[in-house]
């Protein structure tokens, strides 16, 4: 059985999967996915091996035909500065960052204390 509390046992592909979900959230932070955060997202989790399904499930989030997932912040807490840093390149892809999204940042930060 995989303990994430210390983060030493979760997968490198359940880390990503996790990760990909809270991304998708910050995408949409700001009411509106723009075409070059949908593009980085996808470079990312094609970059990170993200099945074939959870790619194609990602599209289908990130052009608004599938609800969102909520990430298990559990597997994420761990590696909390790899992550932050996943949200800063995200909202960098955009190039302007949103007031929503520098909250989200703050609150993402907080979350994975």
Do not use: C
């Amino acid at each position: 059985m995989v303990d994430a509390s210390d983060g030493t046992d979760v997968s490198t592909a359940e880390f990503t999967s996790e990760l990909v979900k809270l991304l998708v959230q910050v995408a949409w932070a700001d009411h509106d996915v723009a075409p070059a955060e949908a593009e980085a997202l996808l470079a990312f989790a094609r970059r990170r091996g993200l099945s074939t399904e959870e790619q194609s499930l990602l599209q289908d989030m990130l052009a608004g035909r599938a609800p969102l997932v909520p990430p298990n912040l559990g597997l994420l807490k761990p590696r909390r500065t790899e992550v932050l840093r996943a949200v800063k390149e995200l909202f960098l892809s955009d190039v302007a960052l949103a007031d929503e999204e520098e909250e989200l940042l703050t609150q993402i930060a907080g979350l994975l204390d």
